[in-house]
């Protein structure tokens, strides 16, 4: 479509974190005003929402060729979002094992993943995008000249991704915790099954729980700053492997806070 192929690759990535940032502001105050109290929403630590980046460029290639017809725009602006929001989540949860986002509540849902409420959202969504909000974004994008967009975007690119690998590597320490918790936690239960008050090996027993047990507070105090940070900023975030370790933490984390407030 030649609505598609007028902007040049460095536009369209241009395109992409401005995307990024206004899903941000989005979400964050929407997940603000849901919680009662600011919430840093995002995989990321920069205020960036890649989800929103890579779904409003989703949305702009699939509605601007059929830019004309807005019945059409709504519905491969929905369907198109609703299959990229479905397949990062399937891939985010095979990787860290964590749901950062749980439609599980929501009536009609597709294993917690997607929901008929968000892909009417996601329809509505690209009708402002395709008819109001993309059109001042390409005033603003197209005011820069090339050289000034260059610079932005291997500025942004150079954040961007030195953010991405940490953030990974974030979620990837959340799993290692939630995985240590959950052996400790299993290995517990196994011990007091065989604890019996006769057996010569009870006091063994307690003394190895004991140990297990400061263990699993040592895990919970070398949680660090960032691994927080992602689970305050996803308060909704499940696991079907960790549940309950998953919910240890983040009730060690709302423990924290509230024992820095009482200091």
Not at 222 to 232: D, G
């Amino acid at each position: 479509s030649d609505l598609v192929s007028k902007y040049s690759v460095i536009q369209w990535i241009m395109f992409f974190y401005v995307y990024c940032f206004i899903g941000w502001m989005l979400e964050s105050a929407i997940v603000s005003v849901t919680e009662k109290k600011f919430v840093n929403r995002g995989f990321l630590r920069i205020p960036f929402l890649p989800l929103y980046g890579f779904g409003a460029l989703t949305i702009l290639f699939s509605t601007l060729p059929v830019k004309s017809d807005p019945v059409l725009v709504y519905i491969c602006g929905a369907l198109s979002c609703t299959l990229l929001e479905y397949t990062t989540g399937v891939v985010m949860e095979s990787l860290f094992k964590v749901k950062y986002w749980d439609y599980s509540n929501a009536e009609f849902n597709l294993n917690g993943k997607i929901c008929v409420m968000s892909s009417l959202f996601w329809g509505f969504l690209s009708l402002l995008f395709t008819y109001k909000l993309h059109e001042l974004t390409e005033k603003l994008v197209l005011n820069f000249s090339n050289t000034v967009t260059l610079i932005i975007v291997i500025t942004i690119s150079v954040l961007f991704a030195s953010d991405m690998v940490y953030s990974i590597k974030t979620a990837f320490d959340v799993r290692k915790v939630l995985a240590k918790l959950t052996e400790i936690k299993n290995e517990i239960e196994k011990l007091i099954s065989q604890s019996v008050e006769k057996s010569e090996r009870a006091q063994a027993i307690r003394d190895k729980i004991q140990s297990l047990n400061a263990e699993r507070q040592k895990v919970f105090s070398k949680i660090s700053f960032y691994p927080r940070q992602l689970l305050k900023a996803h308060p909704h975030a499940t696991s079907s492997r960790f549940s309950e370790a998953l919910r240890d933490v983040k009730e060690s984390i709302v423990n924290r806070r509230k024992n820095k407030t009482k200091k």
